[in-house]
Structures are given as structure tokens and as C-alpha cells.
């Protein structure tokens, strides 16, 4: 346990979660103002970046490419800060949005957050911990325009952009789930690529 607790504050995990309370807040605030159709689906999605880019932030760590030598129980410790930050960031909006009109409802919201996740693990594994972020953040820039095109033609259809699917949609939920499985399992592995201390 302690080993857990000290990882989790060298990966700012108590700020994480700050954040994920402050988008949840946000988004609860945000579901009493009435919203068009257009701005009722944007609207959540930008909240979704948001817990997913607080997620990702923790895979950064202070020590760099040292810590990887340390013990085989860093794959356990980041399996289990990924995987509990996942489920504090849908569990935190599902809150939020109880007994509010959320456009795409539930499955929607999973199915963004957990592909956004994904987005950000991968770009953890690829660019490094400190700019992880950038994955979901600059997804939230193409899933707003997946979400454009359905009121202006041509409309995007693939499932790779599902933001902009229908929350019944299998196919955007198997290529979200996808990209987070992935993510998942590389990040675990290798971690974030940080540099050399």
C-alpha cells in the first residue's frame, strides 16, 4: 500500500482527481443552461477531453527512464492508476449528469472518455507523459468536427470518429474501446517515454 500511495503522488493523482471533481462540476452547471442541438453534443465532449487529459497527465513521472528498472511492480502500479482514474472520470460524469437531459446520453459519455483515454495512453507511449494530453485535446478539435459535418454535408460516417456516432452506435464503441485497449496494454509495458534523468 505504501508503495501505491507514493506512486500515486508521484504521479499527481490527488490533482487528477481535483480536476476530474471540477469537470464533473462544470459539467453539471453547464447541463442547466438550455442548449441547441449542435451545442448540447459539443458541450459534453469538450468536458470529456477534459477528464481524459486530467487522466493522462499522470502518466508523466519524476524520475524518468531510472524508474523502469526498479521492480516488476511499476506495470501493476500503472495498470491500477490508469484503470482507477478511468473509472473516477465515467463514474464522476455519470454523477453529474443524473437526472439531466445529456445529449447521447450514457453510453456515449463512456465511450468518449474511455477513447479519449486511450488517445492519451498512446500518446504517452509515443510522445512522452508531459505531453500525453495533446492526444485528447487535439481529438476533441476533430471530433467537433465529426459532430459539424452531421449538419453539414458531406457527413463523416466512420466509426473512427465516434463522437460523432450515435451512442447505439457498436462500431464506434468497439474503435474507442479499441484505441484504449491498446493504449492500455503498450503504456502498461513501456510507460510514458520519458527522457533519461
Sequence with gaps: MRLARLHAASRR????????AACAIGLRVALYASWNTYGALQMPLMVEAGCAAAVVVTLAGPFGEP?????????WLRLGTVGLLTVAAVVALAVAATGMELAGGFPAMVRNVV???????LCGVVLGG?????GPVVYLIVGVYGLYTQWHDPAVTTPWLWPSRPSHDLGGALCAGLVF???LVLFVRRG??????
Design 13 to 20: 493523482v490527488p490533482v487528477a482527481l481535483a480536476a476530474l
Design 67 to 75: 524508474e523502469r528498472v526498479t521492480g516488476r511492480a511499476l506495470a
Design 115 to 121: 477513447g479519449l483515454i486511450g488517445i492519451g495512453l
Design 130 to 134: 508531459a505531453l500525453a494530453w495533446t
Design 181 to 183: 485497449l491498446v493504449g
Design 192 to 197: 510514458a517515454r520519458d527522457p533519461i534523468d
